[in-house]
Protein backbone atom coordinates (compact mmCIF):
# COMPACT_ATOMS: atom_id res chain seq x y z
CA UNK A 1 0.00 0.00 0.00
CA UNK A 2 1.48 3.60 -0.75
CA UNK A 3 1.83 5.82 1.97
CA UNK A 4 1.05 9.35 -0.22
CA UNK A 5 -1.80 11.31 1.11
CA UNK A 6 -3.71 13.15 -0.62
CA UNK A 7 -4.24 16.71 -0.33
CA UNK A 8 -6.77 18.27 1.35
CA UNK A 9 -8.40 20.35 -1.81
CA UNK A 10 -11.63 22.27 -1.20
CA UNK A 11 -13.73 24.91 -2.30
CA UNK A 12 -13.07 28.04 -1.63
CA UNK A 13 -16.16 28.43 0.84
CA UNK A 14 -15.10 24.99 2.16
CA UNK A 15 -11.89 26.31 2.95
CA UNK A 16 -13.04 29.18 4.81
CA UNK A 17 -15.36 26.90 6.91
CA UNK A 18 -12.39 25.04 7.74
CA UNK A 19 -10.60 27.68 8.90
CA UNK A 20 -13.53 29.43 10.94
CA UNK A 21 -13.85 26.27 13.03
CA UNK A 22 -9.82 26.10 13.48
CA UNK A 23 -9.97 29.59 14.67
CA UNK A 24 -13.67 30.83 15.47
CA UNK A 25 -11.91 34.65 15.51
CA UNK A 26 -10.58 34.11 12.25
CA UNK A 27 -11.10 37.15 9.96
CA UNK A 28 -10.33 36.02 6.78
CA UNK A 29 -13.29 35.57 4.83
CA UNK A 30 -14.44 33.54 1.69
CA UNK A 31 -14.15 36.95 -0.09
CA UNK A 32 -10.40 37.58 0.93
CA UNK A 33 -9.67 33.84 -0.28
CA UNK A 34 -11.47 34.43 -3.24
CA UNK A 35 -8.92 37.14 -4.03
CA UNK A 36 -6.11 35.42 -3.02
CA UNK A 37 -6.81 32.85 -5.79
CA UNK A 38 -7.70 35.43 -8.51
CA UNK A 39 -4.35 37.52 -7.60
CA UNK A 40 -2.28 34.42 -8.08
CA UNK A 41 -1.44 34.87 -4.38
CA UNK A 42 -3.06 31.43 -3.43
CA UNK A 43 -2.77 28.46 -5.60
CA UNK A 44 -5.50 26.32 -7.03
CA UNK A 45 -7.22 24.06 -9.16
CA UNK A 46 -9.99 25.07 -11.53
CA UNK A 47 -12.59 22.20 -11.59
CA UNK A 48 -15.64 22.97 -13.69
CA UNK A 49 -16.87 26.92 -12.63
CA UNK A 50 -15.52 25.98 -9.01
CA UNK A 51 -11.98 26.55 -7.40
CA UNK A 52 -10.23 23.77 -5.05
CA UNK A 53 -7.76 25.81 -3.11
CA UNK A 54 -5.23 23.24 -0.73
CA UNK A 55 -6.03 23.94 2.98
CA UNK A 56 -2.94 22.40 4.06
CA UNK A 57 -0.50 25.48 1.42
CA UNK A 58 -3.39 28.23 2.98
CA UNK A 59 -2.70 26.92 6.91
CA UNK A 60 1.34 26.84 5.35
CA UNK A 61 1.37 30.53 3.80
CA UNK A 62 -0.45 32.14 6.58
CA UNK A 63 2.08 30.51 9.26
CA UNK A 64 5.36 31.86 7.13
CA UNK A 65 3.03 34.98 6.48
CA UNK A 66 4.37 34.67 2.64
CA UNK A 67 1.68 36.66 0.92
CA UNK A 68 2.95 37.28 -2.08
CA UNK A 69 1.80 36.78 -5.67
CA UNK A 70 3.14 33.63 -7.42
CA UNK A 71 4.23 33.68 -10.63
CA UNK A 72 4.96 37.09 -12.65
CA UNK A 73 3.17 39.99 -11.79
CA UNK A 74 0.72 40.71 -14.90
CA UNK A 75 1.16 44.70 -16.53
CA UNK A 76 -1.70 46.63 -16.84
CA UNK A 77 -1.79 50.38 -17.50
CA UNK A 78 0.85 50.00 -20.09
CA UNK A 79 0.42 49.94 -23.97
CA UNK A 80 2.57 46.07 -24.85
CA UNK A 81 3.98 45.13 -28.05
CA UNK A 82 2.40 42.11 -29.86
CA UNK A 83 4.74 39.72 -30.98
Known amino acids: MNS ?10 QAA ?5 LDPGTCITPY ?4 WVLD ?6 PAGTKRLVNVDAILERLANGDL ?4 PTPISGVIRRIS
Open 4 to 13: TTLPRMRTIQ
Open 17 to 21: TMLKE
Open 32 to 35: RLRC
Open 40 to 45: GTLPHV
Open 68 to 71: SPIG
